[in-house]
């Protein structure tokens, strides 16, 4: 599916009302239903999504691959991440929206975001009977909360329900990957933050010393805390984002070379166009030819 528009929508929760809570939860179905066309048209959101599928039944694209919909389907959509619904209105389930805010930037939120909403691999899997049994237990008391709003303490108590309802999926999923959800080593949470800065400074244009200095380390220090997490350097991590972002508005609007370039950091179009060719190893234009 071809966005012939020269902007990606962007959706808000809650933007004109930011004393209101920045969480809410919908009826799959019905919302779906109010929403027909700009669900199924390439978007965004400026916060989180958490779609959880109770039947299978069509498919959906987040980014550049699409994902059948089984049963009891959980999907995480990160903020800023382009996605889109089928056809297919007849599949029950929950929509989990909630801003960056309603995270409480601990240690273990910070992990979450990065290691559920950040991840490109797998952002997209069915749960098993035990993960459903404890996910629908949160979900009725998170819904008990949201019914009656006017009561002490309701959104941290929701606050703390969205957190524990993520822990166990994640939990379910890493059993599955024989994985754990803990840090590992001393340099994820580091390395979690420098991802963090990437998402706030990528268009800007800042070198890996930049990068350093916010984080108040060496560039060497960002070397080996990157190497260790993820196998890469700080520069390949920079620059994933940079492509990421490129082939989203290649992919997703009609925009001109030289407004993608400019979109993503870049004053000199030609410039980007090599950028652009080392990484991916085909010009943009051509690079977009082939998704046509």
Request: hydrophobic share 40%; net charge positive.
């Amino acid at each position: 599916m071809r966005d012939n528009s020269a902007k990606i929508a962007q959706y808000h929760l809650h933007k004109a009302n930011p004393k209101k809570l920045q969480f809410e939860v919908y009826d799959l179905k019905e919302y779906r239903a109010k929403n027909i066309e700009k669900a199924a048209t390439p978007h965004s959101h400026s916060y989180y999504q958490v779609i959880w599928f109770f039947k299978k039944g069509g498919t959906h694209t987040v980014d550049f691959k699409t994902y059948d919909i089984n049963e009891n389907t959980i999907l995480f959509i990160s903020k800023d991440q382009i996605h889109y619904f089928d056809d297919n209105l007849d599949v029950p389930g929950w929509l989990i929206h909630f801003n960056e805010s309603f995270f409480m930037h601990t240690d273990v939120d910070i992990f979450l975001k990065y290691n559920i909403f950040k991840t490109q691999q797998n952002p997209c899997y069915a749960m098993d009977f035990e993960a459903i049994k404890t996910a629908k237990n949160y979900m009725a008391l998170i819904l008990n909360e949201l019914d009656k709003r006017n009561r002490f303490g309701f959104e941290n108590i929701v606050r703390f329900l969205l957190k524990c309802l993520l822990i166990n999926l994640e939990r379910a999923h890493l059993k599955d990957l024989d994985g754990k959800l803990e840090f590992t080593s001393p340099y994820e949470l580091q390395f979690f933050k420098f991802k963090e800065l990437i998402e706030e400074n990528y268009k800007n244009g800042l070198s890996v010393s930049d990068y350093a200095n916010l984080l108040h380390i060496s560039s060497k220090t960002l070397t080996t805390i990157t190497k260790t997490v993820a196998n890469k350097s700080p520069a390949q991590l920079i620059s994933e984002r940079v492509i990421l972002e490129s082939k989203r508005l290649l992919r997703f609007t009609t925009l001109q070379i030289g407004e993608v370039a400019f979109r993503v950091g870049f004053d000199d179009p030609s410039y980007f166009i090599k950028y652009f060719k080392r990484y991916v190893s085909v010009a943009p234009n051509k690079y977009r030819g082939t998704l046509e």
